[in-house]
C-alpha cells in the first residue's frame, strides 16, 4: 500500500497480509495480500480455481495457510477455530448451500443467534427463566431479518423443500441473523435468474446501507461486480493480480489479460 | 377440521405446544395413563413399565443419533452404568432411589462425556466401532471390578425402594408402585427433551448433524457441543438403567450387552430417528412384538405341540423382519405412518 493509500483510507477492517495455502503440490494462494475496509462492499472475482473459495474459508478458519496472517480489526485470527471467529463477528454463505436441511426456515436463522444467546442444556430443556426470554427477543430480532429479505412467507417451511433461489436467500439471512461486522458471501447469485440476481443484489446494498456491515462478495457476473461493489480484488492461479475500484481493475492490462487470454472470458457479461 | 394455525405473539409461536388439538390429546393420554394401572394386571402394568424405562432410554439414544447424527452402538454400556452407579449406592450405602437415581444418571452423564471424545475425530462408522469399544470396555470393567467392590450381579435391598422417606410398597405391589416412578420419569424426560430441541442447545445438535460445517462457521463449538450431546444422552440412559436397577431388584451385566444396544437402535428407527413420541412409539412397539408372540405361542400350542421351544427363534426373525420391512416401507419410522394417518383423517373427505 502506498503512502497516500493510507491517508485517504481510514484503517482497515481486516487485513489479507501474505497468505500463502497449498493442498500437498497444490498451491491454491500464493502471498495474497490487500485490505477490506469497514463500510465497503468488496468483490473477489477470477477465473474457477483461481483461489477465492479458498481465500473465504482461511478467514473462517476452516482452512489454515501456511504463511502469512489474518488480521481482522487488528488481531490475528489464524489457528482460531471457525466457532470463536465467528464470535468475533465475521458471518459468511457458502458456495454450494450448506444449510440446515431439515429444519425450518425460522430455526436456521435463530442458529444464526446462536452466538447472541447464552441458555445451555438445563435452562433449555427446563424452559425456564432465560432459555424462554432469550428466544422470544431473538425471534424478534430474526423477524426482522425476515422482513428484510422478503421471506415471511416461507418462515414455518424446512428448509430442504424450498427452491435453489430461496435457499440462497435463507442462506444469507442466517449469515445476516449473527449481526456480523464482516460478511462474506461465496457467489451469492450463482446459477439464479435475471430477477432473483436483481433481488439479491438488492439486500446486499440494502444490507451494507442499513446495518453498515462490511461485505466481501466472490462474483463471476461481471455486471453485478462492477455495479455494486467499491473495490474489486482479482486472483488468477492463487496470486492477486490486480486491486482498486471497479474503474481501475476493469481497465488494468493484467486483468484484461487473464480474461480475455482464456477460453472462458469474462464470465457471463 | 384444523387448517392453518395462527399466533399473534412470537410468545405464544415458540412456546410448547401452542394450539388446542394438540393440547386435548395430551389431556386424553394423560387421562388414560392415570385409569390404566387400576384395571391393569400385573402382566400388563410389568409391560407398561417395560416401556416406559426403554422409552426413556430410547429417548436418549435418539438425542445422540436420530438429532445429532452422532451413531452409536454402545448404548448398553451406559444402562449398565445407571443400573450399577445406583445399584452400589444402594447395595454398599444404603441409599434409596431418590438419591441413587439422580446420582447415577449424573454420573453416567459424566462417563458418557468421557467415552464421547473419538466422536471428535471420527465420523460414521468408524465412531459406531469406537461406541462399541467403550461398551466392551464398561462390561468388561464391571465383570472384571472385583476390587472396585463391583460383582457380576447384584441385589438391590427392598429399603432402597424409598421416595423421600415413602417405602413405595406402600403403594401397592412392585408393579403398581412402579408404575408411578416409571410414569412420571417418562413425563419429566419428554418435556425436557422437547424443550431442549426448540431451544439453542438442541438446535446446536440438530445443526451438527444436518452440516457440522456450516454449524462452526456459525459459531457452533463442535468439541462441546458433541460431548454435551454424548453426555445428555447418558444421562438419560443412566436413569433408564437406575430405574431398571430399582425395579428389578436385581441386575447383571447380561442386560446390557451389545444385544441391548442394537435393540435400542431398533427402537429408534422403528420409532421414527429425531423424535421424541417416536422413540416411545418404537420402545413401545419393540416390548410389545416378542409379548404378541408369546401369547400368540401359547394359544397355538394346543395346535402346534412344540411351537413354544421355536418361541426364541421367531422372535429374533420378527424382530429382524420388523427392522427390514421398516427400513423398506417408512424408513422415516411408525411417527411418520402416524403423522400420514393424522394428514388423511385432517384432509378427509378431500384426500388426494
Ligand atoms: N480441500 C482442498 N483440497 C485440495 N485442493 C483444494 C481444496 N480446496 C481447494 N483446492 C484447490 O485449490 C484451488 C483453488 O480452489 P478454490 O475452490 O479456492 O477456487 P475458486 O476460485 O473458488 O473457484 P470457483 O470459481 O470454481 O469456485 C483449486 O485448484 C482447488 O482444486
Ligand atoms: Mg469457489
Known sequence: ?269 | MQSGTFHTTYASDVSLRPYWPQRIRIVIVLALALIFPWFADRYWLNLANTIAIAAIGAIGLNILVGYTGQISIGHGGFLAVGAYTAGMMAVHLGAPMWITIPVASLFTAAVGAFFGLPSLRLKGLYLAIATLASQEIIIWVLTHGKLLGIGESLSLPRASNNLFGLPLDRLGNNDFAFYWVCLVALILTVIFVSNLFRTRAGRAFVAIRDQDIAAQVIGVDLFRYKLLAFATSSFFAGLAGALTAHYRGIISWERFTIDTSILFLAMIIIGGLGSVSGSIYGAAFMTLLPAFLSNLARALSDVVPNINSYLPYMQQGAFGLAIILFLIFEPEGIVKMWRNIKDYFRLWPFSY
Open chain 1, 1 to 269: 500500500m502506498t503512502h497516500r493509500d493510507s491517508v485517504t483510507l481510514p484503517a482497515p477492517q481486516m487485513e489479507i497480509d501474505h497468505i500463502g495455502l497449498s493442498f500437498g503440490g497444490v498451491r491454491a494462494l500464493l502471498s495474497v495480500t490487500f485490505n477490506i475496509y469497514p463500510g465497503t462492499i468488496q468483490a473477489i472475482i477470477g477465473p474457477n480455481g483461481a483461489g477465492k473459495t479458498s481465500l473465504l474459508n482461511c478467514i473462517s478458519g476452516l482452512y489454515r495457510p501456511q504463511q502469512g496472517q489474518i488480521r481482522f480489526e487488528g488481531r490475528n485470527i489464524i489457528g482460531m477455530p471457525p466457532h470463536q471467529i465467528a464470535r468475533l463477528g465475521i458471518a459468511r454463505s457458502f458456495q454450494n448451500i450448506e444449510l440446515f436441511r431439515h429444519m425450518t426456515v425460522v430455526d436456521n436463522l435463530m442458529l444464526g443467534r446462536h452466538i447472541h444467546m447464552r441458555s445451555g442444556i438445563f435452562s433449555g430443556g427446563l424452559y425456564w427463566g432465560r432459555a424462554q426470554r432469550e428466544e422470544v427477543e431473538h425471534r424478534a430480532f430474526v423477524e426482522q431479518v425476515i422482513d428484510l429479505l422478503e421471506i415471511q412467507s416461507i418462515r414455518k417451511k424446512m428448509v430442504g423443500a424450498l427452491s435453489y433461489g430461496l435457499q440462497k436467500r435463507v442462506e444469507l439471512g442466517r449469515a445476516l441473523a449473527m449481526n456480523p461486522r464482516l460478511l462474506l458471501l461465496d457467489e451469492p447469485m450463482a446459477g439464479m435468474n435475471t430477477e432473483e440476481k436483481e433481488d439479491m443484489a438488492r439486500f446486499i446494498l440494502d444490507i451494507n446501507e442499513e446495518y453498515g456491515t462490511t461485505i466481501v462478495l466472490i462474483e463471476h457476473d461481471m455486471g453485478v461486480v462492477m455495479d455494486i461493489s467499491d473495490r474489486v480484488a482479482v486472483l488468477e492461479f492463487g496470486q492477486l493480480i490486480a486491486y482498486g475500484t471497479p474503474a481501475e481493475v476493469r481497465s488494468d492490462p493484467k486483468v484484461i489479460d487473464a480474461y480475455l487470454g482464456r477460453e472462458h472470458a469474462m464470465p457471463r457479461m
